[in-house]
């Protein structure tokens, strides 16, 4: 089955500590996204990738690094310059250009003690 | 800019009550419009969209409509069930690959 696989599930670091969340997708998008989710809030953009080896910030870039050296992966950083680190982290999908929609996977959730 | 304006919540129904989830947006150009759902501890799973001006997305009981006069895309529903309570966001794609979200409206639905 298609679809995009977002791991762990639950992740536990201390602080001071970088950490790295895995996503996958076998959907064949171009375009792949980084989303933090705080308790009863939206979704905010941390970074986006259109192409493979290269992305752009969004609006909480702060803290975060990603790279794109592969279609299929998209993985995320959360440094210790991240000051609040603890979310939820979703990761997405879409094709390029037409008529896109966003995947999603099943998020992970960081919690810094 | 673009933007995702949806009404606050909780929403709280009772079973077999209509729903209505209002959302406007504000967006350059000829945006395609998503309602996403959210269930605890999940991803977003698109419930339905509307990619032109009049199309009207439906899904699982769930409609809505793109009103480029309005600049609205309110989510509906005739009857609602438990099973619906969940967190539902509105989100516009307006090029780029870029997607705007909503801030989310939660549904509680009594039985």
């Known amino acids: 089955d298609g679809g995009i696989t977002q791991s762990p599930k639950y992740l536990f670091r201390k602080e001071g500590q970088n950490v790295t969340l895995s996503c996958e997708q076998n959907?064949?998008?171009?375009?792949m996204y980084w989303y933090r989710q705080d308790p009863g809030q939206g979704l905010r953009l941390i970074y986006y990738?259109?192409?493979?080896?290269?992305?752009q910030k969004g609006d909480i870039a702060e803290g975060y690094s990603v790279s794109r050296e592969k279609k299929e992966s998209f993985p995320l950083t959360v440094t210790s310059a991240q000051k609040n680190p603890t979310a939820f982290y979703l990761c997405a999908s879409s094709i390029s250009g037409g008529d896109p929609e966003a995947f999603f996977g099943q998020g992970t959730r960081l919690t810094v003690v | 800019g673009n933007s995702v304006t949806q009404m606050e919540g909780p929403v709280t129904l009772s079973e077999e009550a209509f729903l209505t989830i209002n959302c406007t947006y504000t967006a350059t150009g000829y945006p395609s419009l998503f309602w996403y759902v959210q269930y605890p501890g999940e991803g977003l799973q698109l419930l339905l969209k509307?990619?032109?001006?009049?199309d009207k997305g439906s899904n699982k009981g769930f409609e809505a409509t793109y009103r480029k006069e309005t600049t609205s895309f309110h989510l509906e529903k005739g009857s609602v069930q438990v099973s619906d309570s969940a967190v539902y966001f509105c989100a516009l794609s307006a090029g780029f690959n870029k997607f705007y979200f909503g801030s989310g409206t939660k549904l509680n639905v009594k039985p």
């Open positions: 990738s259109q192409i493979v080896n290269d992305f």
């Open positions: 509307a990619t032109k001006a009049d």
């Open positions: 959907l064949n998008h171009d375009a």
